[in-house]
């Protein structure tokens, strides 16, 4: 991971399995806002934490228009009313790697429009409502997380060392998110916490599996833990695989 500024170019979208970056011209508001509790003074504490208050939301993303079959976006993104588990990761200076920031959620598309412009192209317009209507994190309102492992093949289990991506440990959940782009069997994603940032000190994070999946389709899943589940200070990604022998994914993981 690189510290620092960056530029649009070197974000990335992924949204249920399916890399978007190579049609994605540009992103939404990447969001995240708090209604203030109308019975609520100027000077009291209470804004940004009641429950049920916070909002996430990834706007509209507009990309070109592209009908191949199985991957373009006209194919992938076209359905209304679709929730999608979408990935931002953001690289500083680079392609996103192991460590750079992510916005990521499950989003309601509610349309989609494609326009002429001038110049000749066709644009695809995509809007998504906030992700509180239909979350499967309803319980966190933090959209930012960290990337574990950006989009890339494996064919084993992990055995380097993880992030510290908060200083300490914390004992307020979290959850993980995924994305399956390719693969030839069944495997299992999961994230692995840690005391000490050593290959030997790591160990399943409890909850935070994708559970066995198959690999050879397109997918994607976002598994949220409890809210008051201890997540150690490292964390790392991990693969177990049942009959697949290669598996491309990214996977991201957001600590309350």
């Known amino acids: 991971m690189t510290a620092g500024r960056t530029i649009a170019r070197w974000a990335r979208v992924y949204a249920d399995g399916y890399d978007l970056s190579g049609y994605i011209r540009s992103l939404g508001a990447m969001k995240q806002t708090f209604d203030a509790p109308s019975a609520a003074a100027l000077s009291d504490q209470v804004l940004n934490v009641l429950p049920g208050h916070g909002s996430l939301s990834i706007g509209t993303l507009t990309g070109f228009f592209d009908n191949t079959a199985t991957s373009g976006l006209h194919v992938v993104a076209s359905g209304i009313g679709v929730k999608r588990t979408v990935m931002i990761p953001i690289g500083i200076q680079a392609a996103p790697a ?35 209507a239909t979350a499967a994190h309803l319980a966190y309102t933090k959209p930012w997380g960290w990337l574990l492992h950006a989009k890339g093949a494996e064919t084993g289990a992990n055995t380097a060392v993880g992030i510290d991506d908060n200083g300490a440990a914390t004992a307020r959940g979290g959850y993980l998110c995924y994305q399956v782009f390719a ?3 069944d495997a299992t994603i999961s994230v692995q916490d840690a005391a000490t940032n050593s290959d030997g000190s790591f160990a399943a994070l409890s909850g935070a599996t994708s559970g066995a999946i198959d690999c050879s389709t397109p997918s994607a899943g976002v598994i949220a833990l409890g809210t008051t589940a201890t997540v150690r200070r490292y964390l790392r990604w991990q693969l177990a695989l049942d009959d697949a022998t290669t598996v491309t994914f990214a996977l991201a993981f957001v600590r309350a």
Do not use: K
């Open 98 to 132: 192991q460590g750079d920031p992510v916005f990521m959620g499950q989003f309601l598309q509610t349309g989609y429009e494609a326009l002429p412009e001038e110049g000749g192209y066709v644009v695809a317009s995509i809007p998504f409502e906030d992700a509180e």
């Open 183 to 185: 693969g030839d069997g």
